[in-house]
């Protein structure tokens, strides 16, 4: 259990992270051409996709929201690297991961179905659910080594990718031959 002190800190601690990532666009809402810019880096690697956390690295989320003609736009670039397994050979690989995202934001939304428009709340997007949101939303649901791998033979478990199948011996034709005399 904790006491008393040690709740106090946690609840603390939680407020001033949340804080930190939470992007106020309320200064350029009434000013067209102004900007804010935004640098951040989130820890993903929580992020399960069937028993795999592929984010080892933190993300970055580098971007813009700029006050077009009175219309508030927000892009940016989400990158990391990914270590995860190959579906097809089982070997472990790391792999780049990049999205662009771009959306409008608005006060209210007039469409709820539209989700090109993101809703601000007192003036503020919770940019962490939104990368998080935006990483698992791009994930591959395949992942290969390579487009063309071989995997492994069901017979024999050899990787086709570096080596020969094992069990091609016991169909080699002059072995079948052989086995007949026998
Ligand atoms: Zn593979
Ligand atoms: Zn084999």
Request: glycine content about 6%; proline content about 3%; some cysteine.
């Amino acid at each position: 259990m904790f006491d008393k002190s040690e709740v106090l800190y946690y609840n603390i601690t939680c407020v001033i992270v949340r804080w930190i990532m939470r992007l106020d666009v309320k200064r350029i809402i009434n000013t067209p051409g102004d900007g804010i810019e935004f640098n951040e880096e989130f820890d993903l690697s929580d992020v399960d996709f069937g028993g795999v956390c592929p984010a080892v690295r933190p993300v970055s989320v580098v971007g813009t929201v700029r006050n077009i003609a009175g219309m508030l736009r927000l892009r940016f670039d989400l990158d990391t690297e990914l270590s995860c397994v190959c579906d097809r050979c089982g070997v472990r690989i790391e792999k780049p991961f990049h999205v662009e995202l771009e959306r409008m934001l608005a006060t209210e939304l007039e469409d709820e179905e539209n989700d090109e428009i993101l809703l601000l709340e007192d003036g503020g997007l919770e940019l962490d659910e939104l990368a998080r949101e935006t990483y698992i939303l791009n994930m591959d649901t395949k992942t290969l080594c390579r487009e063309d791998c071989k995997g492994l033979c069901p017979g024999c478990g050899a990787n086709l990718n570096i080596e020969e199948c094992h069990c091609k011996k016991e169909t080699d034709p002059r072995w079948a031959e052989l086995q007949k005399l026998l």
